[in-house]
């Protein structure tokens, strides 16, 4: 394994869209592993191909609950909707809100070539729809709703108000 160089905002490669993975081979094994490394190494929670310098669609994905491997992923279904302050390994420093479904279906395929289906919400689901919007160029600026500092600023102070009001009624 080793550590990738994570393409930066501005980099023609992250406006591309990805190739479809044709065979699982040690290559594409490989960039599972490296890209692995490298998400964990810049302390993320997902990585697209793309994102390092690679035109394939593979996405690696940890929000917490183990590491998720897609080749080939595609949003079958998608229901409800969140508003979540993203970032991106690619635009550091850069946070801003974006509406995303509450729940998606994503099917792909494994680094062992079988089929996938996940079921996703929350966060897991905002995670995957960020990696797929990569593999199709597109980055979470593109997608980000204008607001001022200040409004970007209460809006985090209500978040977190939020979050530990339900962290309380969970005890």
């Given at each position: 394994?080793?550590?990738?160089n994570?393409?930066k905002?501005?980099?023609?490669v992250l406006?591309?869209?990805?190739?479809?993975?044709?065979?699982?081979?040690?290559?594409?094994?490989?960039?599972?592993?490296?890209?692995?490394?490298?998400?964990?190494?810049?302390?993320?929670?997902?990585?697209?191909?793309p994102?390092?310098?690679?035109?394939?669609?593979?996405v690696?994905?940890d929000?917490?609950?183990?590491?998720?491997e897609?080749?080939?992923?595609?949003?079958?279904e998608?229901?409800?909707?969140?508003?979540?302050?993203?970032?991106?390994?690619?635009?550091?420093?850069?946070?801003?809100?974006?509406?995303?479904?509450?729940?998606?279906?994503?099917?792909?395929?494994?680094r062992?070539?079988e089929?996938?289906?996940?079921r996703?919400?929350g966060?897991?689901?905002?995670?995957?729809?960020?990696e797929i919007?990569?593999?199709?160029?597109?980055?979470f600026?593109d997608?980000?709703?204008?607001?001022?500092?200040?409004?970007?600023q209460?809006r985090?102070?209500?978040?977190?108000e939020?979050?530990?009001h339900?962290?309380?009624?969970?005890?």
């Open positions: 394994m080793a550590l990738r994570i393409l905002d501005g980099d023609p406006r591309k869209i990805a190739r479809p993975v044709d065979t699982i081979d040690a290559h594409i094994l490989t960039l599972l592993d490296d890209m692995a490394e490298t998400m964990y190494h810049a302390e993320g929670v997902g990585l697209a191909a994102q390092v310098g690679v035109r394939r669609r593979v690696v994905i929000v917490g609950e183990g590491l998720i897609m080749i080939n992923p595609v949003i079958v998608s229901s409800g909707e969140q508003c979540f302050a993203e970032g991106c390994l690619s635009l550091p420093g850069l946070q801003g809100y974006v509406e995303r479904p509450e729940s998606v279906r994503v099917q792909s395929y494994n062992k070539g089929a996938m289906e996940y996703a919400e966060y897991l689901a905002i995670a995957m729809c960020h919007d990569h593999l199709n160029g597109i980055l600026s997608k980000m709703i204008p607001m001022s500092e200040e409004e970007f209460e985090q102070r209500l978040d977190a939020r979050a530990a339900e962290e309380e009624a969970e005890l």
